[in-house]
Nanobody, 114 residues
Framework: QVQLVESGGGLVQPGGSLRLSCAASGFTFSMYSMRWFRQAPGKPRELVAGISTTGGSTNYADPVKGRFTISRDNTKKTLYLQTNNLKPEDTAVYFC???????WGKGTLVTVTS
């Protein structure tokens, strides 16, 4: 069955870094474009970053440009999000999403606090 499993979240101080991972199974990962979303408490889910099937094209939401990097390893069927210079406003549950079938993982919590 289709599974997306996020990991790598945690508690970090402002200015710190985390590398999030999303392990995919049950579908042909290399044929799907992938996205990272996040949802902060009391706020709607928002798109953070997206990547094409080959990784040759990426896009980012304005609040994370220059700080976050999305990447993928199709041989490992894994999506990544390198998050640097984290800010308290980056606190959220981070989800990975596969398109076009709209598969979702259950998320990993990132908390940025001093």
């Amino acid at each position: 069955q289709v599974q997306l499993v996020e990991s790598g979240g945690g508690l970090v101080q402002p200015g710190g870094s985390l590398r999030l991972s999303c392990a995919a199974s049950g579908f042909t990962f290399s044929m799907y474009s992938m996205r990272w979303f996040r949802q902060a408490p009391g706020k709607p889910r928002e798109l953070v970053a997206g990547i094409s099937t080959t990784g040759g094209s990426t896009n980012y939401a304005d609040p994370v440009k220059g700080r976050f990097t999305i990447s993928r390893d199709n041989t490992k069927k894994t999506l990544y999000l390198q998050t640097n210079n984290l800010k308290p406003e980056d606190t959220a549950v981070y989800f990975c999403n596969a398109q076009p079938s709209d598969y979702w993982g259950k998320g990993t919590l990132v908390t940025v606090t001093s």
